[in-house]
């Protein structure tokens, strides 16, 4: 069965999918902070890595966990992937996550060449 009404047809459900995973990010000065909207799921199923200067985030469910039978689903937590570009900012081996109240939380912190503050020029 599809549900065609109000744009929610089985395009719009692909489109749906395709949709980015909220995230917020932040600068504290000595480290950047991004918090990833990602409610009732299981960290352990989280996978972050980093190479060649990129972090990526990671979310698959193995797709047993839930056997129910849904006669609409638009809620579909069973797959994220986000990928940042760390442009050479941050400490790699200082990268840590927490995941609590449906926000994954990576705490990213600065190199020194990053925590530079900007100096202001005079124009005459």
């Known amino acids: 069965m599809y549900y065609s009404g109000y744009g929610c047809g089985p395009r719009q459900w692909r489109e749906q999918q395709m949709q980015l995973t909220p995230v917020n990010i932040t600068d504290s000065g000595d480290e950047y902070t991004i918090q990833l909207y990602a409610p009732r799921l299981n960290k352990e199923l989280f996978e972050l890595t980093t190479q060649q200067d990129i972090l990526t985030v990671k979310y698959k469910e193995d797709g047993q966990t839930d056997k129910t039978y849904y ?34 939380i990576i705490h990213l912190p600065k190199t020194e060449a ?7 020029v005079n124009v005459s």
């Open 71 to 104: 006669t609409r689903k638009e809620y579909r937590p069973e797959e994220i992937a986000r990928s940042f570009d760390l442009k050479g900012k941050v400490e790699i081996d200082g990268i840590k996550a927490t995941y609590s109240e449906g926000v994954l």
């Open 114 to 120: 990053a925590k530079k503050k900007a100096q202001s």
